[in-house]
């Protein structure tokens, strides 16, 4: 577990300068957080809450309400996903850094105290999430990685994601796969995920999906449902030599 | 330090276990799973260090370790076995086209086929810790009956494909070849449709893989879409 906090010390800097409210806050650095890739921190109904707040769906093709809400994510599957992910980061911090910044600057150098004080499991809270699967030695994929979205742009999802491409490499594991989807809504997944040094293969392979929707024509078919897809379970053929 | 693993022994894969021992695989690269049991006693260690190590704010990377949840009780992927073509040959004997979904794989076998179809060399070693931590293998062998004597039939590895997951919501196939001298034949499509459906019938609805430009036609016949509604897949490159 790395804790990672940004302790100001205050003795090193001139008295005329100890009592300047941070006005001109750095919006770009992260808030203190405490990163953790051990599964059991974990707790599937904040990650629930989480998916929710970040409009993310482990469906690639989720159904959306009239209201642009994603569906909640299913409990025990998650719990099921997140046991059987080869690793899972999850980011905390404390809840006074949700707030806008403007609340956040008051008092004398109210700032810098609150910032000494290190976030613990305990009263920190879920703010940030990734997870990838892997074979152990050939091919990774990372999925579902997000981050709370007022604390967005700061730099936390980059964390998120090179935390997880370092302990990869550790295990000598180099092939890691990434999907994203190309949504226009939000921040778009495709720049995220260049910006932090992937790009498309250069073997020039092309990803596919298994989207094949019952044709309907016959009474046997059977088919499950993912997010708003139909799909079509293959039945055995005969083959004939 | 070689592979522990002789040359004629076939490698006896157990169901595939997708936890991470952080203990087992620093001590033991080449770690034969022997059964659940050694698994349970390597997390009891895996807790107690870590509840050493919880006192001490180091940057830890090895930090996988699997819960002990109980949806450990969850079927893996029952395995089969059948029979899916049969011929007779010309010479009379009788040759078989087995499907099997147990994981029984001679590592060695497979790379042979690797060699067969072409692709590049990648460590024996690394090729079983795949097989292993994969959520499915599926393989087709071959194997010829003589028909005078007992006991005498050929068997060889010609097919083989495997997929990753993540038991809930995502897999991705991986590795897919077929012998050339027996493509053509529907062997592969088979293969995959067995993943598939087994995979759909476990709920696991986003399956997804990477086509070589060869044969994006053979995987949308069977019911892929090439980058479906904007979803892209993109590859990590390191910067030096």
């Known amino acids: 577990m790395a804790v990672i906090t940004s302790v100001v010390y205050v003795d090193y800097l001139p008295s005329k300068f100890r009592w300047l409210p941070r006005t001109t806050a750095k919006i770009n650095s992260p808030p203190p957080i405490l990163i953790s890739t051990n599964p059991l921190h974990v707790n599937p109904n904040n990650l629930k809450e989480l998916y929710t707040l970040c409009h993310h769906s482990c469906h ?86 997000m981050v709370h979205p007022t604390l967005q742009g700061r730099g936390i999802g980059r964390m998120i994601v090179q935390r997880i491409i370092r302990m990869l490499t550790n295990r000598d594991i180099y092939d890691i796969a990434a999907l994203c989807t190309d949504n226009e809504r939000f921040i778009p997944e495709v720049l995220f995920f260049k910006a932090c040094g992937f790009g498309d293969d250069m073997l020039g392979s092309t990803t596919m999906m298994y989207t094949r929707p019952p044709s309907g024509y016959s009474k046997d078919e059977q088919m499950i449902s993912a997010g708003r897809k139909l799909l079509l379970i293959p039945q055995p053929r005969e083959l004939s030599r | 330090m ?38 349970k006693v390597c997390r009891l260690k895996a807790g107690f260090w870590e509840s050493i190590r919880s006192g001490i704010l180091k940057n830890n990377t090895a930090q996988v370790i699997e819960p002990p949840s109980t949806t450990e009780e969850e079927e893996e992927p029952l395995p089969e076995e059948f029979v899916l073509v049969e011929k007779t040959l010309p010479d009379g004997t009788v040759e078989q086209i087995i499907f099997s979904s147990g994981g029984n794989i001679d590592v060695y076998d497979l790379q042979d086929l690797c060699d067969k179809v072409g692709w590049p060399r990648r460590p024996v070693s690394k090729l079983a810790t795949a097989l292993r931590n994969s959520y499915m293998v599926v393989t087709l062998h071959s194997t010829i009956k003589s028909s005078e004597e007992e006991g005498n039939d050929q068997k060889k590895l010609i097919g083989m494909a495997r997929a990753t997951s993540d ?65 892209k897949g993109m590859f990590w490159y390191p910067k030096y």
């Not at chain 1, 719990?79 to 403007?102: G, M, Y």
């Not at chain 2, 040359?7 to 659940?36: E, V």
């Not at chain 2, 590795?175 to 050339?180: A, C, F, G, K, S």
């Open chain 2, 167 to 231: 038991h809930a919501f995502n897999a991705t196939i991986w590795d897919v070849l077929v012998d050339p001298s027996y493509q053509g034949q529907g062997l592969g499509k088979s293969l995959i449709e067995k993943l598939i459906k087994t995979l759909l019938q476990r709920d696991i609805g986003n399956i997804s893989l990477f086509a070589d430009s060869k044969v994006v036609e053979f995987y949308q016949n069977l019911g892929f879409q090439p980058d479906p509604e904007g979803i």
């Open chain 2, 2 to 39: 070689d592979v522990v693993v002789s040359l004629s022994t076939a490698y006896k894969l157990y169901p595939p276990f997708a936890s991470l021992d952080c203990l087992s695989s620093l001590n033991y690269p080449f770690h034969l799973n022997r059964g659940r049991k050694n698994q």
């Open chain 1, 60 to 145: 690639r093709f989720p159904t959306v309400d009239a209201a642009g809400r994603v569906e909640p994510v299913d409990l025990l599957k998650l719990r099921t996903a997140i046991s059987h992910s080869s690793i899972v980061v999850s980011v905390f911090t404390k809840p006074e850094f949700l707030e806008p910044q403007s609340s956040i600057s008051n008092g004398i150098g109210g700032e810098w105290i609150r910032n000494l004080a290190p976030v613990t499991l305990e009263n920190g809270e879920l703010i940030g999430f990734g997870r990838a699967v892997t074979d152990m030695a050939l091919t990774a994929s990372i999925y579902d990685v």
